[in-house]
């Protein structure tokens, strides 16, 4: 059977132009163990964007597949509400010996765009209910994005997603965030990046243009303005995934706990790309000691392996919704997979494993030679503007001009050209338009790191001369 054939007769694939497919047809694949996934003709692609950032402990994972087959055999799913099962319990008692202090209440639903929402209601209704009705707009950061549904898709703010959509969307407070690479403010963070792995720019800027959040005066202006109609600001904290992998300080984070607290607005943080250990700690929010008021957890929450995800929050939220059944305050929210005990399963042998093999420590020793041979092969080109890093992920951003950092004319879609090239040697990268990016299972060695690099390298360098002039 013509597999493609029949793929392409029935099956509308997520995030493409169709028509695309006429020149590159979806790859079927067979079969899949660590960082490797084998096509149904044995071809083998290493995958470095852990399949949309979700596959944590590589693919196949033995101790993984076992628990999930142990569960399977007792219970496959159960109404989650009056009912529960031990998995699901069993989860929240080992999140909460990792979770940053008052966080302490699990809701569950099915995906991720699905927590956000949840959580966006979830402080809506906290305020409703706490006296303040006259907080229900949501703030998000410029750049961000949180998911595809209309809530999550309305604090989202990358134009390639939400721009056609405007007119369904909620009207929320829109926050210059930090852009560190185009610092409108001409500052490079130096002082406040506890771990050694983060923040390695490219340029080299002189210490006095070092930054101390100068941009954060940007929310501090909306919260004087608009603090008292808001509920909640949602943020990716340290790092906006879907933007291009951009990496800011953690003393942003910080500043808008202390804001937050100043005007009873909740911080939310959507941890669903940057938890499990993706910027060299448990959670994004490690980095700036503080807790949100509500996490969304999703992605590497089952290691790639179910859909799940949770918002987890804390007692006085929790405790505003707690009463007489007739006073109407319950969350009326549901989902129907909601504590999938397959999912719980996977969810709770990836905390496991993360603690018995020291998954996230051997990562940020791995990180930092990661970072060291990327940066090598690609700052030498003169069309790579900066060289960023947090954990294991890498982002490489080609420019016009290193100079002005003008981007590259996205009409010639240089990076989707690199995608293909990288494809027919068996790399699976695919870029963020121009800007190239690994962010491959925690457990990736070096020799992967040496082989991968050196094709996404040559790939760049043919595809530049190509499109570039
Ligand atoms: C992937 C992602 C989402 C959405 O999760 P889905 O499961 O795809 O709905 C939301 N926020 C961030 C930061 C993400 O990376």
Redesign the pocket.
Known sequence: MDWQKEDLKYIWHPCSQMKDYETLPPIVIERGEGINLYDINGKCYKDVISS???NLLGHCNPRINAAVKRQIDSLEHVIFANFTHKPAITLCQELMKVLPEGLCKFNFAD??????EMSLKMSFQYHYQTGHPEKKRFMALTDA?????LG?LSVGGVDLYSELYKPLLLDVIRIDGPDCYRCPLGKHCTGHCESENMFKGSSALPKEAGCNCECFKNAEEAFEKYASETAAIIV?PLLQ??AGMKVYPPLYLKKLRELCNKYNVHLIA?????GYGRTGKMFAFNHAEVSPDIM?L??GLTGGYM?M?IAITTQEIYDAFYDDYLKGKAFMHSHTYAGNPLACSAAIEVLKILREENIIEKANKNAVYFNKIIKEKFLPLKNVGEVRSIGLINAVELVKNKETKEPLDYTKRTGYQIYKKALEKGVLLRPLGDVIYFNPPLIIEKDDMDLVTDIALECTRAILRDTVV
């Open positions: 949309w950032w979700c995906n991720g765009s699905a927590a956000i994005y949180h998911g595809e549904t999550a990716e995934g879907s959507d941890e669903i790309a940057t969304c999703s992605k859909p995800a």
